[in-house]
C-alpha cells in the first residue's frame, strides 16, 4: 500500500459535516423532546470529545509519533496506553462526540445523518488503511492489540 486513501484531512470533513448538518438543520424541524435538554447535551458531547481528542493527541506526543494521519511512514511506535487502553481511534472518537454535540445543539434529530456518514466515511477511507498500514509496520504487536482494544468504543 503506497498511501492511506484519505484525500480530506478528518478535522476539514468534520467542519464540511458541520455545515452540512446546519444546512439540513435550517430546512427541517426542531425536535421537541430534544430542546430542554439541548444546552446540557451539546456541553456534555463537547467535554467528551475535547478529552478523547487532547488525550490521544498528548499519548501520540508523548510517544513521540505523529498525529498527521497522512503521513504513514512518520509512525514510529504503536500507542497501546492511557486513552488507548480503551479506544484505538481516541482522537476520531473525539471528533464524533463534537458532531454529536452539534446535533444536540441543534436539536434536530436529522442532523444525526452527519455522524454516520462521518463514521462510515472515516471506517471506509481512513481506519481501514490506517489498520492495514499499522498491520504491516507492527505485525505482532497490531494484531494483539486489536483484539483487546475496540475500533470506536
Given at each position: ?10 478535522v ?65 511506535s ?44 472515516m ?31
Amino acid at each position: 500500500m503506497d498511501s492511506l486513501k484519505l484525500k480530506v484531512p478528518p478535522v476539514v470533513q468534520v467542519v464540511l459535516i458541520l455545515l452540512l448538518m446546519k444546512g439540513i438543520a435550517s430546512v427541517s424541524p426542531v425536535n421537541v423532546l430534544l430542546v430542554p435538554y439541548s444546552n446540557v447535551l451539546t456541553v456534555a458531547f463537547l467535554l467528551v470529545g475535547v478529552m478523547f481528542g487532547v488525550s490521544g493527541v498528548m499519548a501520540f506526543r508523548l510517544h513521540q509519533t505523529t498525529v498527521n494521519p497522512t503521513l504513514k511512514t512518520a509512525s514510529t511506535s504503536l500507542v497501546q496506553s492511557g486513552v488507548y487502553r480503551v479506544t484505538r481511534n481516541p482522537m476520531y472518537v473525539g471528533m464524533l462526540c463534537l458532531l454529536i454535540a452539534a446535533t444536540c445543539y441543534f436539536a434536530n434529530l436529522y442532523t444525526l445523518l452527519g455522524s454516520v456518514l462521518f463514521v462510515f466515511y472515516m471506517n471506509m477511507f481512513q481506519i481501514e488503511p490506517e489498520e492495514m498500514y499499522l498491520t504491516e509496520q507492527f505485525p505482532d504487536e497490531y494484531p494483539d492489540y486489536t483484539k483487546k482494544v475496540r475500533r470506536w468504543l
